[in-house]
């Protein structure tokens, strides 16, 4: 990790450590750029529906390039469309693939194929190679580092898994997009919620280690078309390959919310997001209240420019 990493890392948890606890806290997880083995490396596993918007490979790119990160894994997920859900778990199967071919990452990070279906009762959980690798690395992560596991798209793989090995609950910790908070409660009203809302109870009900990003948070989160081309236009690799994701996926928006990003920014940058605490379902759930879209917004750029990403690239 380059000491400019370090440090951030250091001052990000410095300011989490000094905020007031309590309900309107900006406390963060207990994942944030720390591990209790020592080391500042998160475990991170990746679930996402690749496919479905243009956000989840601006997200994802952010995470590869994190040295923050160790991701240990990046898995599959479909939604209910008009292909079908089996066909967009393929596509976006397709997409992670195309990623990290892109970056010399296919043999080093695992990618399994997930769930070809939702859950078809709050007790099935559907079994699929990204479900049984979610539940080998979280069974696998050392002694006082839990595994992080960020869904960007439909719960159906990391629900599945505490399903099948409820034991590795204590294992894990789950960061999601999804859901809208309104009177002080989650509500299972938009689209990844939506994708499979068994998945999305079984979450809230289980006492899994959880950190909502809602909706209703990042609803105003726009990212210009424009700033796209100024800094990754004409880089070639992955960087052209966003430019090209949003001009196939929306030839024509100048502007484009791109949710998931700040899932990622806000574990990363924990002083860039407002952290709350609600009690659902008898259990307690981190929710991200507020996000800072500007400085959000400038780290990305920061983090993604090509001196940076291309020798963290090469570090891997």
């Not at 695992?110 to 079994?127: F, K, Q, T, Y």
């Not at 499979?196 to 726009?222: I, S, W, Y």
Request: glycine letters at 6%; charged letters at 25%.
């Amino acid at each position: 990790m380059s000491m400019t990493a370090t440090l951030r890392v250091a001052l990000g948890l410095l300011l989490a450590l000094a905020s007031p606890t309590g309900p309107a806290s900006a406390q963060a997880p207990k994942g944030e750029a720390q591990e209790e083995s020592g080391t500042s490396k998160l475990l991170v596993y990746i679930d996402t529906d690749m496919a479905n918007e243009v956000d989840d490979p601006y997200a994802v790119y952010r995470a590869l390039v994190a040295p923050e990160f160790e991701v240990v894994g990046l898995s599959s997920v479909g939604w209910n469309g008009p292909r079908g859900f089996p066909a967009n778990t393929r596509e976006s199967q397709t997409l992670i693939e195309d990623v990290l071919g892109l970056m010399d990452l296919a043999d080093r990070i695992p990618h399994p194929i997930g769930a070809l279906n939702p859950m078809p009762a709050a007790d099935s959980p559907v079994d699929s190679p990204a479900a049984r690798d979610i539940i080998a690395r979280a069974k696998a992560a050392p002694a006082g580092r839990k595994l992080q596991v960020f869904v960007l798209g439909a719960y159906t793989n990391v629900a599945s898994a505490l399903l099948i090995a409820p034991e590795i609950k204590d294992k894990i910790a789950v960061h999601v997009m999804g859901f809208n908070l309104e009177d002080g409660q989650l509500k299972p009203t938009e689209f990844n919620t939506q994708g499979d809302p068994l998945a999305a109870a079984h979450l809230l009900k289980c006492g899994v280690e959880l950190n909502v990003m809602p909706n209703t948070t990042t609803g105003r989160f726009l990212w210009a078309k424009a700033d796209v081309d100024a800094h990754f236009k004409g880089r070639g690799g992955v960087p052209d390959y966003l430019v090209q994701r949003w001009e196939s996926h929306a030839p024509n928006d100048k502007q484009r919310v791109l949710w998931d990003i700040a899932v990622f920014e806000a574990i990363l940058r924990p002083e860039l997001a407002t952290r709350s605490e609600i009690v659902q379902d008898g259990n307690r759930i981190g929710v991200w209240t507020k996000i800072d879209i500007e400085r959000m917004r400038a780290d990305y750029w920061a983090a993604t420019k090509p001196a940076e990403a291309d020798a963290t690239s090469s570090d891997k």
